[in-house]
């Protein structure tokens, strides 16, 4: 696209300089107007470097545009991390553009001002006469301006490499501690945080906050990680379209695992059908979303009974989470009491996580009468119980049997120290006298003090935490900012004694169950405040949902699934993100974007298009080679293998954290996300972030909520998979239509007609304007029959050319012999010559095949990005022919009252001869080039 603007912008330059600085319609009277005196000549003339303008940027496009197809060859050498002597092309290319081509905008910018200034000195010429309007204010004006700041932008270069030079000189000469890893660090955290304000004083949205952010080492951890995830102290050279074009291609690796995985689960059923004896006992199983789009066969796979229990083959990635494997899984039966009764549960208090986002605060607004400033809901000392509960029903949200006891809405950081601060998260606490419990339930992520504890996962030792709460935390570790979090929400609870009311002697409530709910990172705080709180309620539940994957250390997750039941959904990225499943992640792109055997633009090209699962196969092996067939002995793979050693040493001294206590996974088994399939899955499955079109949207607490409402145990699932690869060719050459700048699909062909077409278009514009489409020899008869030589003006479409004197000091405007042509027209005096239909229809069709030719001209530049479909094609080579053919019928101008008798004033008849001059024999070269483009559409349209 940035290439396209720049063409656009050339366009424009040229157009533009036609119309504003050529002496072109100098209208100097109302009236009948044949010569110009040499004083007029001097109030209107401009210096003859008016053209200049024209040819420069006539030049720099062409000379441009060259340039560009040049780079883009040239990166079709050798692929993303094998360049086989592509920099030797594109070095010289950008020498030459820095120091060759820039020539152009400069002259074009010094140009530009000095014209400028020119113009507007003495009044724009006027002297003290008042202007009838502003110049500065015409949409000519406007658009010139425009120009000269897109040129100027050309040169940012020249102090972009200048900068980068003196930093590069500072950091290895005199501030070397500047540039220290740590402070490196500080600065980048300093930006992170920089964004995060921005972010939220743009968005002016009180709910995202963003206000207490301090910027005082919040993300000094994650920052850290950053640092030795992105770079380190070796840097890659990894551009963004290099990204761009690895991520997808690993999208597509594990596209392909997991399908040829599927596969290979396929055959394990089938295998395990025909073992079976009891053939009743066979029901479709679940695979997730991992046959996405498959719609060819569907097989079914095997659900295996045992006893109370059933399983379910399904896939799982290994442990370096690069490779599925075949495991059996134990799915939730309605034949199991305890899976019944746990999906009961985690269904109900959904509804508690989805409300504390907005409703339970909408309600204390509208209802409890707390102001729309306040933060925190506390019903006074003196409320009784029975008052609570008349008073503080939840029945206008659909929670007839629930209390809203206490609620705080404050989302923020506490800075205790300049180093050290609290995290205040909004919560409710329900009293639900349906099931007989007490519900805390946790808030997730949405504002910016959200993002701030979210992006602090580093482990933290629960050691002093587990002294004051009473539980054993030696050597144990837990999220870093889900910590921060709980602990102020333990010490809120305790603050305003929450708890010690609800269970207390005197309370009906003292008998309730404590459970502790929470989505995202509030199902995150939920575990962590769960475990905080279980020395003091031994029989608290958790339940979180969607929480994230980096909790507790292995050791204490194991213990956790006493109380914690979590709840993972589909392809959620968030159970996911942890540091190391983002270093493998990185490190698997690494992988795959050197196993690259392409060109950048071909592979670029592949990755934008789509990609069904019957092609992935054959399409990633044309894209891919093989690990042991990648070159290691160039630049990338020896930088990548040092990089990978300094992150080695790192991961070392780090310890992984998990998803806390047992884990339900929802699988969705149709793609469509209409079944879904509940599992026991292990902690350890979630060692991989899956690049699909869910991972963001499985993350939405709305339809989980809805779906573990309607989940049904024991129904029968269908997962579709293909057995065999069908390529409709119709289909996938509807698929390829991707635009990408100068990707050339119909071949060469399509930018020589670019070439003709432009040119054709610009020199029809030149004919159309000018004044000297023909050249008029005259003679004037009058009444009393005497026969003289006229004047003989040089005719355009729209104007006449002027007459000046040949020489000024002895001058007779009335002899035609001692006049000459002039560089000044004069648009047609209205009235004075009545227009005939022959010049009229000259006229339309000369303007109809500018107009047409720019709509052909777009079609044209769109094809050298994007392939046409036949019928646009077909439209092209129409609206090509129709160019010509009306660049042809201007011509009728030749058969108007201009080129045959006209009677003047006086009852003087003027008979003129036409022959064709320089805009005329533009007008036939546009022609002949419109011809030329057609000759190239039409080849165009049969090498479809």
Avoid at 110 to 116: A, L, M, R
Avoid at 754 to 779: D, E, H, M, P, Y
Avoid at 881 to 898: D, H, R, V
């Amino acid at each position: 696209m940035h290439h396209s603007k720049r063409i656009t912008s050339h366009m424009m330059s040229i157009i533009l300089t036609l119309h504003i600085y050529s002496p072109q319609y100098e209208l100097l009277s109302d009236n009948e107007f044949i010569s110009l005196s040499y004083e007029d000549r001097q109030k209107v003339t401009r210096p003859s470097s008016q053209y200049l303008f024209t040819m420069l940027a006539a030049i720099f496009m062409v000379v441009d545009v060259a340039w560009m197809f040049a780079v883009w060859s040239a990166a079709s050498v050798g692929t993303p991390t094998q360049p086989k002597g592509r920099d030797k092309i594109l070095r010289p290319l950008i020498i030459f553009k820095l120091f060759v081509i820039n020539f152009f905008p400069v002259a074009l910018v010094v140009y530009g001002i000095i014209k400028t200034y020119k113009t507007r000195a003495n009044n724009y010429g006027c002297g003290n006469v008042p202007l009838l309007y502003d110049p500065d204010a015409t949409p000519a004006f406007v658009l010139f301006s425009i120009l000269l700041v897109t040129y100027a932008l050309e040169l940012l270069v020249f102090p972009t490499i200048a900068t980068n030079k003196i930093v590069k000189f500072t950091r290895g000469h005199i501030a070397s501690e500047r540039y220290s890893t740590q402070k490196r660090g500080e600065r980048l955290e300093m930006c992170l945080g920089g964004l995060m304000k921005c972010f939220s004083v743009l968005l002016n949205n009180p709910n995202l906050g963003g206000k207490e952010l301090k910027n005082k080492g919040e993300l000094k951890d994650f920052a850290s990680n950053l640092m030795g995830f992105a770079n380190n102290d070796t840097k890659l050279d990894i551009v963004l379209s290099d990204m761009y074009i690895g991520a997808k291609m690993l999208a597509r690796v594990q596209a392909e695992r997991r399908l040829l995985a599927i596969q290979r689960l396929q055959q394990t059923s089938n295998q395990k059908k025909t073992e079976r004896e009891d053939k009743d006992n066979i029901v479709e199983a679940p695979t997730g979303d991992a046959v996405e789009g498959a719609t060819k066969k569907d097989y079914r796979r095997t659900l295996k009974k045992d006893g109370k229990r059933r399983s379910v083959l399904t896939l799982q990635t290994s442990e370096r989470g690069k490779e599925y494997v075949v495991v059996e899984k134990d799915v939730l039966s309605s034949d199991n009491k305890n899976d019944v009764d746990v999906l009961k549960e985690v269904a109900h208090y959904s509804i508690y996580a989805e409300y504390v986002y907005w409703h339970f605060r909408l309600v204390a607004i509208e209802h409890f009468a707390l102001g729309k400033e306040e933060t925190r809901f506390l019903p006074s000392s003196d409320t009784t119980w029975d008052l609570i509960r008349e008073k503080f029903s939840l029945t206008s949200i659909g929670l007839d049997e629930s209390l809203l006891v206490y609620a705080s809405f404050h989302s923020g950081l506490v800075y205790l120290t300049p180093m050290s601060l609290a995290a205040s998260t909004p919560y409710a606490v329900i009293v639900d006298e349906v099931k007989e419990t007490v519900v805390i339930a946790i808030r997730g992520t949405i504002s910016m003090e959200d993002w701030v504890i979210d992006l602090q996962y580093v482990p933290s030792p629960l050691d002093k935490v587990g002294d004051i709460c009473g539980f054993d935390g030696k050597g144990r570790l837990c999220h870093k900012g889900v910590l921060t979090r709980a602990k102020w929400l333990y010490n809120d609870l305790k603050k305003y004694r929450i708890l010690k009311q609800l269970y207390a002697e005197d309370s009906p409530y003292k008998e309730h169950n404590l459970v502790v709910v929470g989505h995202s990172l509030g199902g995150g705080c939920a575990q962590v405040l769960s475990l905080l709180l279980r020395p003091s309620f031994p029989g608290l539940k958790c339940y979180a949902y969607e929480p994230p994957g980096c909790i507790f250390d292995d050791e204490f997750c194991s213990k956790s699934k006493e109380w914690i039941t979590s709840i993972v959904r589909g392809d959620d990225v968030v159970p996911r993100l942890t540091q190391p499943n983002l270093e493998s992640l990185r490190d698997e792109f690494f992988d795959v974007t050197a196993q690259i055997k392409v060109p950048k633009i071909k592979a670029f090209y592949d990755v934008k298009t789509p990609c069904p699962d019957s092609q992935l196969v054959s399409r990633n092996a044309n894209m891919l080679c093989k690990k042991a067939q990648v070159d290691r002995d160039t630049s990338f793979s020896e930088k990548l293998r040092v990089f990978r050693n300094e992150r080695a040493d790192k991961n070392r001294e780090s310890t992984k954290l998990y998803i806390a206590g047992k884990i339900i996974h929802l699988v969705d088994t149709t793609g469509d996300e209409t079944k879904y399939v509940p599992y026991w899955a292990s902690r350890y499955e979630f060692n991989q972030v899956v690049l699909s079109n869910k991972m963001l949207s499985d993350h939405s607490v709305p339809p989980l909520v809805q779906i573990l409402k309607n989940l049904k145990l024991d129904e029968t699932h269908e997962v579709l998979v293909q057995d065999q690869v069908i390529v409709n060719d119709e289909e996938e050459e509807e698929e390829v239509r991707v635009f990408i700048c100068f990707s050339n699909p119909h071949g060469k062909i399509s930018f020589i007609v670019l070439i003709f077409c432009f040119a054709a278009w610009i020199t029809n514009i030149w004919a159309n304007q000018g004044c000297k489409f023909v050249s008029r020899t005259t003679t004037i008869t009058f009444p009393n029959g005497t026969v003289s030589p006229g004047y003989g003006l040089s005719a355009g479409m729209w104007a006449y050319n002027l007459r000046e004197c040949i020489d000024p000091n002895s001058c007779d405007f009335d002899n035609p012999n001692d006049l000459q042509e002039s560089e000044f027209c004069q648009p047609y005096p209205l009235g004075l010559i009545e227009v005939d239909a022959n010049t009229k229809a000259g006229r339309a069709f000369a303007s109809l095949a500018t107009f047409i030719g720019f709509i052909g001209l777009g079609l044209v530049l769109f094809s050298t990005s994007m392939k046409l479909r036949k019928q646009a094609c077909v439209a092209l080579f129409v609206v090509l022919f129709i160019s010509c053919l009306f660049g042809g019928l201007q011509f009728l101008f030749l058969q108007g009252i201009m080129c045959g008798r006209i009677e003047l004033v006086d009852g003087d008849m003027a008979d003129a001869t036409c022959t064709l001059s320089e805009n005329g024999y533009a007008a036939v070269a546009a022609v002949v080039l419109w011809f030329v483009a057609l000759v190239g559409s039409g080849v165009m349209l049969y090498t479809y």
